[in-house]
């Protein structure tokens, strides 16, 4: 079994930035977890990211193209990996495909995809990181937005590219500041 934890840094990393420090305090803070585990023999050192999420620069090139996690990784707990997978693979298939009909695999021509994709993966990084201010609730957002119903759930669901989002965007930073931009690797 694999065992670990999410939450934030400045949380985590408080006391200590020992992954073995940190790990055994957080398995003994969470009763259920602390006695699944009491029996339990690690087989594997214990390891940590201060920051998961990130974007990497250069997502394409003359005759390659980067999709799914080697593009871009928000969180583990939401499906973004899901959406980043199959959205960005089925974006880079259209351009792929039109690339070698022309015969050009530059990437300018490979990348056509990118401004549609980077536009979904901020909606969703915007949506994943409200969900982890304490104070954002998603039923007080869809009673005070109604309107926005739709659009949450087409987030919460992955189907965000090529819509426009800005509404929903603007309501969700009335109760969840915008997010820090994701850190390029």
């Known amino acids: 079994m694999s065992v670990g934890v999410v939450a934030s840094p400045d949380y985590l990393f408080a006391e200590t930035d020992d992954p073995d420090t940190v790990f055994p305090r957080e398995v003994m803070r969470c009763q259920p977890l602390s006695e699944r585990l009491a029996s ?3 087989v594997a050192p214990v390891r940590g990211m201060p920051h ?12 390659w193209v980067m999709v799914g996690d080697a593009r871009a990784f928000l969180d583990p707990i939401y499906s973004s990996g899901l959406f ?3 959205t960005s693979a089925e ?12 015969d050009d695999v530059s990437a300018a021509r490979l990348g056509a ?3 549609a994709l980077a536009a979904g ?10 969900f982890y201010n304490e104070t954002f609730s998603f039923r007080e957002f869809v009673q005070r937005f109604p309107d926005q119903r739709a659009a949450l759930i087409d987030c919460l669901v992955g189907d965000i590219v090529g819509k426009d989002m800005r509404p929903f965007l603007a309501a969700l930073a009335q109760m969840a500041d915008p997010p820090p931009p994701l850190v390029s690797a």
């Open 84 to 86: 980043l997978a199959l």
């Open 113 to 115: 995809f990118e401004p």
């Open 40 to 42: 339990a023999d690690r």
């Open 91 to 102: 974006l880079a298939a259209g351009c792929i495909h039109h690339a070698l009909e022309a």
């Open 121 to 130: 993966v901020e909606v969703f990084w915007r949506l994943v990181r409200a």
């Open 52 to 63: 998961l999420a990130y974007l990497n620069r250069k997502t394409c090139g003359d005759g």
